[in-house]
């Protein structure tokens, strides 16, 4: 038996290693930057100093921002996500993989391959602008890049896997029974949608909310092809301290303003999903 702890030990080593070198001695360098103490400066700004900074209009301007596009992406990826997994259930299997397929498109080609794709559709020359001035539509071709809409849809896209997986495997192990009781007791479609399958799909619906709005609270990537210098977002602000500033202090308190607006809600969908596993 010891010979088995030991060898355990021995083989998560390499992989508490890892853990520690990539993870935890960066966070704590984040959070120690973050409250004014930079072991590579011999002058560390002042705690005090690294909130004024915080405080500016940039700042709140970028979080207002993430908050304004994740929250319209998490709605929108839940309720796409309910329509695919109720249309998984209505067609046959060979369909299911094809719409399986063109639902993790996206995550196959990348985050950035899919955001030089979006630039090709809603670009001025693009096919979405050559084809409203080969109709006549439109004389000159729309601005309908670098804006807050275009990062919506261009995230929607990379996200709505994370959201539709779990909803599909929910729904499908929903017994059919329930509904056809429901509606045997003269309970409407609406009736029983709301008060029969709704219920049985929260917990779905908060793990896909949860994971939606922690990857587009902290998207590089899609904001910055997508929005250009015109949408300033966290993540970017982010990147602004810590790469073009070189004001690392100021960068680690952004982080641990970004850590914070995306593990509180989290925690806290967490906490109901529980709850309502100790209720069922």
Request: hydrophobic fraction near 55%; charge should be positive.
């Amino acid at each position: 038996m010891m010979r088995r702890t030991g060898a355990g030990i021995v083989l998560s080593v390499p992989a508490l290693a890892l853990i520690t070198g990539f993870l935890v001695v960066p966070v704590v360098l984040m959070l120690l930057l973050a409250f004014g103490v930079d072991l590579f400066s011999a002058r560390p700004p002042a705690p005090m100093e690294i909130l004024h900074r915080l405080a500016t209009s940039s700042t709140w301007g970028a979080v207002f921002t993430s908050l304004s596009l994740s929250i319209p992406v998490v709605i929108v990826c839940t309720v796409l996500g309910l329509g695919f997994a109720v249309l998984m259930t209505k067609v046959g299997r060979g369909l299911q993989a094809v719409l399986t397929g063109a639902l993790f498109l996206p995550l196959l080609t990348g985050e950035i391959v899919f955001g030089y794709g979006w630039l090709i559709i809603l670009g001025r020359n693009g096919i979405v602008n050559s084809m409203l001035l080969g109709l006549g539509l439109i004389d000159e071709p729309l601005s309908l890049l670098y804006r807050p809409a275009t990062i919506v849809i261009g995230l929607i896209g990379v996200l709505l896997p994370f959201a539709a997986l779990p909803l599909s495997t929910a729904y499908a192990a929903i017994n059919p029974e329930l509904r056809l009781a429901a509606a045997s007791l003269g309970a409407s479609r609406t009736k029983t949608s709301l008060q029969v399958t709704l219920p049985l799909l929260l917990p779905a619906i908060i793990s896909g909310a949860s994971i939606v709005y922690a990857i587009s609270m902290s998207a590089y990537a899609v904001p910055a092809l997508l929005g250009g210098r015109k949408v300033h977002t966290l993540p970017l602000e982010i990147y602004a301290q810590y790469i073009t500033a070189f004001n690392w202090p100021a960068g680690s308190a952004l982080a641990l303003v970004l850590v914070v607006l995306v593990l509180v809600p989290v925690r806290l969908l967490a906490r109901a999903q529980s709850g309502m596993h100790q209720e069922g």
